[in-house]
């Protein structure tokens, strides 16, 4: 054998090799978050904390979203890498196969952060206990009692809202940097008073496409590979704070669907700002109403006709608004997507979990009596 042809023969490169064999223990470590609640709050505590920290102050200076850029420069990509894999590699099964393996361990790259940075928070201690909640199945009647404090809640702070005559929608009073920085200042104070989520500056971007997003029904994206909350502006504005505040819970390790939900209303109704407060309220008084209609008509009638005029045209003005983007197939492959996603993380109602927040605010008002 001649040992300088051998040489030349194309090899995967050592740090390929390496990625493989993190991928492979990251493998065992995920295994080990399903096992134990309290290896993934451990884990979630001190190690992907520094991860997610990491990214973002990698990512948070770039006045775009990166994660956005990447999914937009991937057609071109893929086209790229397949044109030069055809150009270069043709002649060689050999050459070939290394290059697929380069590429699989860019893949195997972004499995890892997965698993280093998000996976342990949805295995963790559940949200309930650790706000020492008693979460147990919700009565029409209790859905009801927390239906009528929401709307009372509503009334009182949206007196100082400021609602447009051509949409009867309100407006954000604020710019959106602005809006960024009252939300750090309710998670200092939300955070001062509790162990969790974890805390450190950030800001959330806003979606370039969020038009096009709306197709999908997805307001926001936390991209854990990127360390990015994405915002879709697109929606009305009561949504965006509230929307805000979940994908920064995410980043904070708050994996769970309802939990993020729950954390963005308790975070925004730490705001000294009226609208932050309205935003978190109205989100979450939509959750409440939907159950307690299933449960109750009459009483959710009762309730809707008791919210001022103002809060009803917002509804209203909601309902004409997403009636464009109410049916397509990229809102039912993005709820495929999504559920499918989420299930495999261990929930099992997938897309319904985000509705599960109602079980949370319920138990919240419970124990606030």
Known sequence: MNRSQTSDKPRLPLACKIIYGIFAACGLLYFLFTRSAAFSDWFNTHVSLWGRRLLSFLTVWIPFSLAEFLILSLPVLVAVLILLAVRKYSGSWRAAGVYVGKLAAIL?????????????GYYGTTLDKKLELERKPV?????????????????????????TSSKSSSVMPFSYSEMNRLLMEAYDRYTETHDFPDHFYSRTKRVMLSEAMSYTHITGVYSFFTGEANINVNFPDYTIPFTAAHELAHQRGVAREDEANMIAFLVCMESDNPYIRYSGLLNVYEYVASALYSANRTAYGEIWSSLPVTVRQEERAYSAFFEKYKENTAATVSESVNNAYLQSQGSKEGTRSYNMVVDLTVAYYRDKG
Do not use: Q
């Not at 195997?108 to 342990?120: D, E, H, K, N, T």
């Not at 009692?145 to 009372?152: D, K, N, Q, V």
């Open 108 to 120: 195997c790259v972004i499995g890892i952060l997965f698993v280093l940075c998000f996976a342990p």
């Open 139 to 163: 009565s029409a009647a209790e859905l009801e009692e927390t239906a009528r404090i929401l709307s009372a809640e509503l009334a009182a702070v949206s007196d100082d809202l400021i609602f």
